[in-house]
Nanobody, 120 residues
C-alpha cells in the first residue's frame, strides 16, 4: 500500500527557511510524478510545485518562484521542498502528493500534511 508521510513543518519568522520532506513507502518515487500542495484556512488547496518522475522538469506557482525548490532523492524515496524567504502568505498545511504521470491528481496518493506557520 502506498503511503506518504510529510515532516519538517513548524513555526518560523518571516524571511526564514524550512525544508519539508515526504517519505514514500510502498512504491518507488522514480515511477511517479510528485507535487507539493498547500491549503490555508478558508482557501482552496493549491498546487505549489511539481516534479516529473525523472526529476528533470519542475514547475512552480508564480508566488513561490525563486524562493522554493522541489527535489527528490529516489534512493531515499523522499521528496523535498526547500522554502526560503518565507512570508505570512506561505502559512498553510502542506501536502505531498504522488500520481502516475498520465493520471490526474484526483487519482493520486496524498499524505496527511505538515503545518507551516510564518509570523510577520
Amino acid at each position: 500500500q502506498v503511503q506518504l508521510v510529510e515532516s519538517g513543518g513548524g513555526s518560523v519568522q518571516a524571511g526564514g527557511s524550512l525544508r519539508l520532506s515526504c517519505l514514500a513507502s510502498g512504491y518507488g518515487l522514480s515511477g511517479y510524478c510528485m507535487a507539493w500542495f498547500r491549503q490555508a484556512p478558508g482557501k482552496e488547496r493549491e498546487e505549489v510545485a511539481t516534479i516529473t518522475h525523472s526529476g528533470r522538469t519542475t514547475t512552480y506557482r508564480d508566488s513561490v518562484k525563486g524562493r522554493f525548490t522541489i527535489s527528490k532523492d529516489d534512493a531515499k524515496n523522499t521528496l523535498y521542498l526547500q522554502m526560503n524567504s518565507l512570508n505570512a502568505e506561505d502559512s498553510a498545511m502542506y501536502y505531498c502528493a504522488a500520481r502516475l504521470c498520465y493520471r490526474g491528481w484526483g487519482s493520486g496518493y496524498w499524505g496527511q500534511g505538515t503545518q507551516v506557520n510564518v509570523s510577520s
